[in-house]
């Protein structure tokens, strides 16, 4: 049974608007979010990160949110550009300190 | 500073052959961790080491294995190929462990495994 879920498979926003990805988990042990951007060919990389005792954390055009009453966070990205077109994984630190990543969702910047 | 390099980028294998993967972390780094990336399945992680040292195993089949050297590069191997093999091996690594707060992976590009 997947511990962090991403729902949606693909997600299309005109550039300039704003982007909003979403990301559920099921263990409310887990206290540290990070999210992961990863382009065609290359290993993810470090985007931005949370930890479960903010339920916000800001860093340029990127904030994260975190509900930890409903077990979700969210990635908005303002303004979106094309360059963010990419899949965005949404992982979770356990117990052990391994990441628990999500599917992914892939985000398509219209021009 | 370099970044993780993971060779081969690309590999193509039959059913029931072996494959070894590799991993060169980032200079200074000493913990490596393996994952397993299937389309719609997100990161399967697989093990990580740490001083040469197994510190955690997902939940794959003995078929699959690895090793960390004293310079702290790493290698996987799968034996015995299956099709559901086939999917892209990621290798990150990270300065020490356990990840903390402030403690990230850092990931290498990547090898492409078809097994046919």
């Known amino acids: 049974d997947q511990q962090v879920k991403q729902n949606s498979p693909s997600l299309s926003v005109q550039e300039g608007r704003i982007s909003i990805l979403n990301c559920d988990y099921t263990?409310?042990?887990?206290?540290?979010f990070l999210w992961y951007k990863k382009y065609p060919a290359e290993g993810p990389t470090f985007l931005i990160s949370?930890?479960?005792i903010k339920d916000k954390n800001e860093d340029g055009r990127f904030t994260v949110f975190l509900n930890k009453s409903a077990k979700h966070l969210s990635l908005h990205i303002v303004p979106s550009q094309p360059g963010d077109s990419a899949v965005y994984f949404c992982?979770?630190?356990?117990?052990?300190?391994?990441?628990?990543w999500g599917a992914g969702t892939k985000l398509i910047i219209k021009p | 500073k370099a970044g993780v390099t993971q060779t081969p980028r690309y590999l193509i294998k039959t059913r029931g052959q072996q494959v070894t993967l590799s991993c060169s972390p980032i200079?200074?780094?000493?913990?490596v961790s393996w994952y397993q990336q299937t389309p719609g399945q997100g990161l399967q992680f697989l093990f990580e080491?740490?001083?040469?040292?197994?510190?955690n195993k997902g939940n794959f089949p003995g078929r699959f294995s690895g090793r960390q050297f004293s310079n702290s590069r790493s290698e996987m191997n799968v034996s015995t190929l299956e099709l559901g093999d086939s999917a892209l091996y990621l290798c990150?690594?990270?300065?020490?462990?356990?990840?903390?707060?402030?403690?990230?992976?850092?990931f290498g590009p990547g090898t492409r495994l078809t097994v046919l």
């Open positions: 990150a690594s990270s300065l020490n462990v356990p990840i903390g707060n402030t403690d990230t992976q850092y």
């Open positions: 200079s200074g780094h000493r913990s």
């Open positions: 080491y740490f001083s040469e040292t197994q510190r």
């Open positions: 263990n409310s042990m887990f206290d540290y």
């Open positions: 949370i930890s479960s």
């Open positions: 992982a979770a630190i356990d117990s052990n300190y391994q990441l628990i």
